[in-house]
């Protein structure tokens, strides 16, 4: 199976994927840990993104592409493959389409992770993790059961992202609605689109993503 997971930031896309991996033995593509792997790496389209990022400018669609044509000629054809942060644009999924050709692949299905994007922003707002083992909590959804320890490792030291606020959440949502929800038309007419409540329990959205898919 070739997979697209669409859905805005932090709506479970990367669970659900690990999921996949795991039960299906799929390989996820995600185009933020490859580019960061790319340029830790050294790879020449990894010095080439590097010196765009340092410049603080967007990594173009060419380089994005070119990780994608690289992912695909390494992984088998037998190993389903999960897209995760990948296409964002009207071009991507163009280009991507070209991708699957050249490599012998169809897309089987795009699953869009819906939410509710006022209740997704108080689910981020809360998040929180372990410094030590990097178990993730939350201060109203998911406390630790002994307050400032954690359950996983008895970590006694937190940690919690510059990004997960209101306002930059806010930003991130509109980005995806204005360039990344548009491509959905795009997979609709190929009725590959299906789509599943993202804001249900982890366990429940992983069932109804299993009954979208192949035995």
């Excluded at 306002?167 to 959905?184: F, S």
Aim: aromatic letters at 4%; charged letters at 25%.
């Amino acid at each position: 199976m070739t997979l697209i997971l669409l859905g805005p930031p932090v709506a479970g896309k990367g669970t659900q994927a690990q999921r996949l991996i795991e039960t299906r033995h799929m390989v996820q593509l995600s185009t933020g840990d490859m580019l960061r792997a790319a340029v830790k790496a050294g790879t020449p389209i990894g010095r080439e993104a590097k010196a765009i990022m340092e410049r603080g400018e967007l990594v173009p669609d060419s380089i994005v592409s070119g990780l994608i044509d690289e992912a695909l000629a390494a992984t088998p054809a037998s190993t389903g493959v999960i897209f995760d942060g990948y296409p964002r644009t009207a071009a991507q999924a163009e280009a991507l389409d070209s991708l699957l050709e050249k490599h012998g692949r169809k897309l089987s299905r795009v699953i869009e992770l819906d939410v509710d994007e006022e209740a997704l922003i108080d689910r981020i707002e809360g998040r929180f993790s372990c410094a030590s083992c990097g178990a993730g909590y939350h201060d109203r959804h998911k406390k630790p059961r002994v307050d400032g320890v954690c359950d996983m490792c008895g970590g006694t030291t937190f940690k919690r992202r510059p990004d997960d606020n209101a306002a930059t959440v806010r930003t991130r949502l509109q980005e995806y609605r204005a360039k990344t929800a548009p491509i959905l038309p795009i997979y609709e007419k190929r009725h590959l689109v299906a789509r599943v409540d993202g804001m249900a329990p982890m366990e429940d959205v992983e069932t109804a993503i299993a009954a979208l898919l192949p035995a």
